[in-house]
């Protein structure tokens, strides 16, 4: 095939290789130009176009797709008809999708102008899905080449759909004490969700004790009914002889495997009993979102054996998303989420160390400390600011005017910390995730400081308190989850945060924000140091 710019009196019988408008007409790409085509295009104005001419042996697009899409030999799988180069197939029944990944590679090695894709290897698919496509890159491809990927096709089967099969399937879920009704009827409504694509039907279920002996009687009784057993246990495995693959064994099955390379879905096991599989399912199981119990169980509804190696292949690929109700989530759970942080500025003390003059007053430079420590609040990536006042109130307030903060006054601020941090907390809004507490005094805490420990914290998922550090040791601000605003609520006299994360527990981060996080300016000689002429009232 030549491909390039000829005159428009050169280009009859060649395929014209772009839209092109001419006049009240659209010549779409790939068109072959004939004698009508080229007389109205130079009366157009047209003089040259870029087009495609074909070589004797060379095949048209549609003609070479469609070539080798009819050498493919599929299973279950419908060829449409070529146009533009491309040939799609697609599953006539609901199965899982076989391939032979070898001989796909070889097809699309012959030469860059013929490609084959498909869906991955054991994909579940559903009737009608399209699930690979033949294309052609440019306008033509040489014959040779053609058949070439024709000879590879013979006698080998490229792909296909195993078809689901509608199982009977006995269910089994052990108990322990404390386990809920409602967590096993979850379960069981979510399984027959999952077996509803192959048109598997639960026939009983039973619920026992989490016990070898009692799970093995009911796979026994259950298994000689039904074509495939499931067990949901209400502990996970933790050994390879725990209850359910001692169950399996101790009904006169084998294990094949338990514990897989897919998460989620490590702790599944997979056995057999006469020939009928009983299938151990992962904790993962009881959520609706995909897993590895699902990799399993598709292919065992469709009649495709799972070996120990089958098992063992699916590492790569393996790592699925992340299900949300597991108890001990994995690091991928922990990536920033949106949750909202609202910061607490407590501006409510008294300055008494300072013998009089209120410190949050002095100037550093042209401004008070109030007004700097607030003004960076609000650089911040925080959502909101509420400022709490309480000792001159009004003179802090008038310091900070014409900022976008919202005051809430503590009454009781003489009782101590406690009483100003609980005002603050409750003035949020209902939607924030957090609330970082900045103390009014201390100069040395910046935006961007703000803005680490707010990063920390959403990339912990909104969970964890995290403390500001200098050198390893904690200073301050405190950023505090929501899950601990109730034990604010329980604070009395000069008791901080600090306190909280102590008594409750709590996870926490520490970030390293450097020297601000201990300065603070309780003293003259502190402040001072820090950079900042006290007003003397």
Excluded at 476 to 491: C, G, H, I, T
Aim: charged fraction near 25%.
């Amino acid at each position: 095939m030549r491909f390039g710019t000829v005159s428009i009196e050169q280009a009859e019988g060649a395929v014209l290789a772009h839209s092109l408008s001419a006049g009240e007409r659209r010549f779409r790409k790939a068109h072959l130009l004939n004698a009508d085509d080229i007389a109205f295009l130079k009366a157009a104005g047209i003089r040259e176009v870029v087009v495609a001419r074909l070589d004797p042996g060379d095949l048209s697009e549609d003609k070479a797709a469609e070539r080798i899409a009819r050498a493919l030999l599929v299973l279950n799988v419908e060829v449409k008809a070529a146009a533009t180069g491309r040939v799609n197939l697609h599953a006539e029944m609901a199965g899982v999708f076989t391939v032979d990944k070898g001989l796909v590679d070889a097809i699309n090695a012959v030469d860059p102008a013929i490609t084959l894709a498909t869906v991955p290897d054991y994909a579940e698919v559903q009737a009608g899905q399209m699930v690979a496509t033949v294309k052609i890159i440019p306008f033509a491809v040489a014959g040779e080449l053609v058949e070439q990927v024709v000879a590879l096709c013979a006698g080998r089967e490229a792909f296909g759909i195993k078809p689901f099969r509608a199982l009977r399937v006995g269910m089994i879920q052990t108990v322990l004490p404390g386990i809920k009704d409602s967590v096993l009827d979850k379960t069981s409504a979510i399984t027959v969700e999952r077996l509803a694509r192959s048109q598997s039907e639960i026939t009983e279920e039973r619920r026992t004790p989490h016990e070898a002996a009692p799970v093995a009687d009911a796979v026994e009784a259950l298994v000689r009914d039904n074509d495939m057993v499931l067990v949901f246990g209400a502990s996970a495995m933790c050994d390879f002889e725990d209850v359910i693959p001692a169950a399996i064994a101790k009904a006169g099955g084998r294990v094949i495997r338990a514990g897989m390379p897919v998460d989620p879905g490590n702790l599944l096991v997979i056995g057999e009993i006469g020939g009928k599989p009983v299938i151990g399912a992962p904790g993962c199981a009881r959520s609706p979102k995909e897993n590895g119990f699902d990799w399993v169980l598709d292919r065992v509804i469709a009649g495709l054996p799972v070996s120990a190696m089958d098992i063992a292949g699916m590492g790569v690929g393996g790592l699925l998303m992340e299900i949300p109700t597991r108890p001990q989530p994995r690091e991928a759970r922990e990536r920033p989420v949106s949750a909202k942080v609202g910061i607490v500025v407590l501006a409510a003390g008294r300055s008494s160390r300072m013998g009089g003059p209120n410190k949050l007053m002095a100037l550093f430079g042209d401004r008070p400390l109030i007004r700097l420590t607030v003004e960076r609040a609000l650089a911040s990536h925080a959502a909101n600011t509420v400022v709490v006042t309480g000792h001159q109130a009004e003179r802090i307030e008038d310091a900070l005017s014409g900022l976008d903060v919202k005051f809430v006054r503590n009454p009781d601020f003489a009782t101590g910390l406690a009483s100003s941090l609980k005002t603050g907390i409750a003035a949020l809004p209902p939607d924030v995730a957090g609330a970082l507490i900045v103390l009014g005094d201390m100069p040395g805490i910046v935006a961007a400081d703000l803005d680490r420990m707010i990063g920390a914290f959403k990339s912990g998922g909104g969970r964890p308190v995290v403390r500001a550090t200098h050198e390893g040791r904690r200073g301050n601000p405190v950023l505090l989850p929501r899950s601990l605003f109730p034990a604010v609520a329980s604070l009395q006299g000069d008791t901080g945060a600090r306190h909280i994360v102590e008594a409750e527990g709590a996870n926490a981060i520490d970030v390293e924000i450097g020297v601000g996080a201990a300065i603070d300016v309780d003293t003259r000689d502190a402040l001072e140091s820090a950079g900042g002429v006290l007003q003397e009232r």
